[in-house]
């Protein structure tokens, strides 16, 4: 089983529509999540840090299920400069970092 | 704020050539790694350093590839002798010890023909 799994997609949006995506993780001992964002041909950023309770921000929320293992991410009224690729990135021992394929999504307008 | 610097951008070479790529992370970064991208995949972890020490190399193909950071700040890649499927964006990341933010150079394209 892969460290990280994503349905790459691409998921296509119709421009303010609402996507939701999850992204699993093998190792129960994982300690921190994050989503990063790469753009064609460009390095990944940090879009946001995923905390136990849920976090939000602007549109996008970001959500924790340490039971099953998941993390999702919901971006609400989709905009064009949405169109990116989206890793799930866990944090093990050591600083270890593991990236997932990413889910692309592709807003349309 | 300077970023973590990659050189070089492109790189074109026939198999069986070797390359090198440099990495000067962040100032005061002491975690440095090094990630593959092959074009439709996440960038997968090559090696990780925490100063100028290997903390994982596990998926680092040692029989061509290797890493070094001699005085725990730059660092730099080689291959030698490349093949056609190591053809990829060659990503250089930093972050703090106990940072949780990494940062990515700009990486280095690699085209083995």
């Known amino acids: 089983r892969k460290e990280v799994e994503q349905d790459p997609g691409p998921f296509n949006v119709p421009e303010g529509a609402t996507v939701a995506f999850n992204c699993t993780y093998s190792?129960?001992?994982?300690?921190?999540f994050f989503w990063y964002r790469q753009d064609c041909r460009k390095e990944p950023k940090l879009l946001m840090s995923?905390?136990?309770s849920g976090n939000e921000d602007g549109r996008f929320t970001a959500q924790l299920n340490r039971a099953s293992q998941y993390i999702s991410l919901l971006i609400r009224d989709s905009k064009l400069s949405d169109s990116a690729t989206y890793l799930c990135?866990?944090?093990?021992?050591?600083?270890?970092?593991?990236f997932g394929k990413g889910n692309q999504v592709v807003v349309i307008p | 704020e300077a970023g973590v610097a990659q050189s070089p951008r492109y790189k074109i070479i026939e198999k069986r050539q070797s390359v090198a790529f440099w990495c000067n992370p962040i100032?005061?970064?002491?975690?440095l790694y090094w990630y593959q991208q092959i074009l439709g995949q996440g960038p997968k972890l090559l090696i990780q350093?925490?100063?100028?020490?290997?903390?994982?190399d596990s998926q680092l193909p040692k029989d061509r590839f290797s890493a070094e950071r001699l005085k725990g700040v730059d660092s730099t890649l080689k291959i030698q002798p490349a093949k056609l499927e190591d053809s990829a964006v060659y990503l250089c990341?930093?972050?703090?010890?106990?940072?949780?933010?990494?940062?990515f150079g700009s990486g280095t394209q690699l085209s083995v023909l």
């Open positions: 990341a930093s972050m703090l010890r106990r940072g949780e933010k990494l940062f």
């Open positions: 995923v905390y136990s």
């Open positions: 100032s005061g970064h002491a975690t």
């Open positions: 190792n129960s001992a994982s300690q921190s």
């Open positions: 990135v866990v944090k093990n021992g050591n600083n270890r970092l593991a």
């Open positions: 350093f925490q100063n100028n020490g290997v903390v994982d």
